[in-house]
């Protein structure tokens, strides 16, 4: 039995709900101070907004358009905090009254240089958890080679120009690359825009997606690890009584999208949806919001998800998936103590709430 890399996952990656004010607030409730904040209005229709610390607060990329990088005029994410991050009344992220969800992983702060490749690189990188965050700039030479820091072959890369308008280039292996700004399939390449990875370096070839003569870049790179983190695929059934993926660990966060046709991306998580079946979805290359009914339906399990639709966008008959999914708790912990499935863990929930109200009782008399 395999067991887990990091035995508390929130202390890498977690979701946070919060409500817009419509002027400058903090969103707390952390464990870490976040490197790579992605914030959704889950109530209005808006764009989705990214933040880095490389590349420094306040300046918003955003999932669902080939928009360039903004200045948010210091109405964006302002800071990043010890316990999560400031914000200020850009639309966006912070509507009076609107909900909103944020997706936050930790990395290694500012980033430093890495000259492993032959581009120059800033790296943050986290390689406990897998993560890193690379900024550097195009020479617009096919086979250059950038410094990634994870020490460990990256399992997805995703990149993104900053200075220009352009489509996000989303890679699970390297042989092809989708955009995560569209609902296109897959796009086959001889070797894919990045062409290879090592333990320490990515390699890229001209084009402008990743590679363009002078132009800057930002890249997040994943590297799997036990308890926490996984790429995956899958061929769908068409069924409620859907595919099954093993992940090794009760999943947080989850990311699918449909590789053969054309198809939205589907962003599942844990604090929305608090129980099965998770059927709240939001969609990285729209600016819709919130989701909600049977074409979501997906099982979290303890040890991997499970689909209970046959919707095209994440279970079609025949359909072949790809996803990358972070995790809630591991299967099972370094010291080899499995954990439960959701409905358990619901159940202790209700107990613990009787006993204190029992508890009130007794303390009442």
């Known amino acids: 039995m395999a067991y887990t890399d990091i035995d508390k996952p929130t202390d890498y990656f977690e979701t946070i709900l919060y409500t817009g004010n419509g002027s400058s607030q903090n969103i707390g409730g952390l464990d870490f101070q976040p490197d790579w904040v992605w914030i959704k209005s889950r109530s209005l229709t808006k764009d989705h907004d990214l933040y880095d610390s490389v590349r420094g607060a306040d300046k918003p990329l955003e999932s669902n358009t080939s928009v360039a990088e903004q200045d948010a005029g210091g ?14 009344n850009r639309s966006t992220i912070n509507s009076n009254s609107a909900t909103q969800v944020s997706w ?25 958890s897998g993560f890193s965050i690379v900024s550097y700039t195009g020479n617009g030479s ?16 995703l990149i993104r120009r900053r200075n220009q308008s352009t489509d996000w280039n989303f890679q699970l292996g390297y042989s092809q690359y989708l955009k995560l700004n569209s609902t296109d399939q897959a796009i ?9 990875g090592s333990t320490s370096t990515i390699t890229v070839d001209a084009n402008a997606y990743v590679n363009a003569s002078g132009d800057t870049y930002i890249a997040y790179c994943f590297a799997g690890k036990k308890g926490f983190s996984k790429a995956f695929s899958y061929n769908g059934n068409g069924s ?9 660990f009760r999943p947080a966060w989850v990311m699918i999208k449909r590789t053969d046709s054309s198809a939205s991306w589907t962003i599942l998580d844990n604090k929305r949806d608090s129980f099965n079946v998770t059927e709240t979805r939001l969609f990285p290359d729209t600016s819709d919001a919130d989701t909600v009914g049977a074409n979501g339906n997906t099982d979290f399990l303890s040890n991997g998800i499970k689909m209970r639709t046959s919707h095209l966008g994440i279970n079609a ?20 103590i499995p954990t439960c499935a959701r409905w358990f863990v619901l159940i202790q929930i209700v107990i ?8 009130m009782l007794i303390l009442a008399l």
Do not use: C, M
């Open 352 to 359: 613990k709430k009787l006993l204190e109200e029992d508890q």
């Open 240 to 248: 409620t009584d859907g595919s099954f993926t093993y992940l090794g």
């Open 188 to 196: 086959a390449t001889s070797g894919g825009l990045v062409g290879s």
């Open 104 to 128: 936050n992983w930790l990395a290694g702060g500012t980033g430093s240089s890495n000259t492993d490749g032959s581009i120059s690189s800033t790296v943050s990188a986290n390689t406990t």
């Open 75 to 88: 109405q964006g994410l302002t800071s990043f905090r010890s316990d999560g991050f400031a914000i200020g």
């Open 317 to 336: 008959s025949g359909g072949s998936y790809i996803g990358i999914a972070f995790a809630e708790n591991p299967f099972v912990t370094s010291s080899g």
């Open 142 to 157: 096919s086979g250059s080679t950038i410094g990634h820091g994870l020490n460990a072959v990256p399992e997805v890369v």
